[in-house]
């Protein structure tokens, strides 16, 4: 989000990139969608934590109405509770709007949250394509893989406040 764009900016954006109408009742709904006040159009991104700027960015995203959303981290700096919060909605608008997400994540439990299959990739190729039961069963049939899956394993381990 640029820092000197208000929310209403950011949201009218692709509208106006498009020439499409009815922006104001457009990213009215928008915030609608995503779980926000409209009173937050005509803030600025500092004036919102970071739950609250990730799901302007997941309106923003939604704007143009897409059919499949690129996820590059959806959840990455946001604590457990607003974690769960974003992928709730993530769910939800993908039920409601038949979305296809192809998720990019380091995090095993958001991957088996989110994803019916799975593609492990390693310097830019792949290496092994799996089911989420197959995730969960840390049934493996690539060593790279199964060195994820352990080393993931073990920082969900891992005592607070210990170096994973």
């Known amino acids: 989000l640029h820092p000197r764009h208000t929310i209403d900016r950011t949201l009218s ?14 990213v009215v ?5 995503v779980g926000l006040p409209a009173s937050f159009r005509f803030r600025y991104p500092h004036q919102l934590s970071g739950g609250q700027r990730q799901r302007v960015a997941i309106a923003r995203a939604l704007m ?34 038949g979305l296809t997400f192809l998720m990019v ?8 949250h989110m994803c019916d299959r799975v593609l492990v990739m390693q310097h830019g190729r792949a ?11 840390a049934r493996m ?11 993931s394993a073990d920082r969900m381990l891992a005592p607070a406040g210990d170096a994973a």
């Open 105 to 112: 994540s380091h995090d095993l439990a958001v991957v088996d």
């Open 141 to 151: 049939a690539n060593d790279y893989a199964r060195s994820l899956f352990e080393a």
């Open 29 to 33: 709904q928008a915030l609608t969608d």
């Open 64 to 97: 143009l109405e897409p059919s499949i959303l690129l996820l590059d981290e959806p959840t990455s700096a946001l604590d457990a509770s607003v974690q769960a919060e974003v992928l709730n909605l993530l769910n939800r608008l993908r039920d409601e709007r």
């Open 127 to 137: 290496v092994e394509e799996m089911s989420r039961e197959d995730l969960a069963g």
């Open 13 to 26: 954006e692709p509208l106006a990139i498009h020439g499409l109408p009815g922006s104001d009742a457009r």
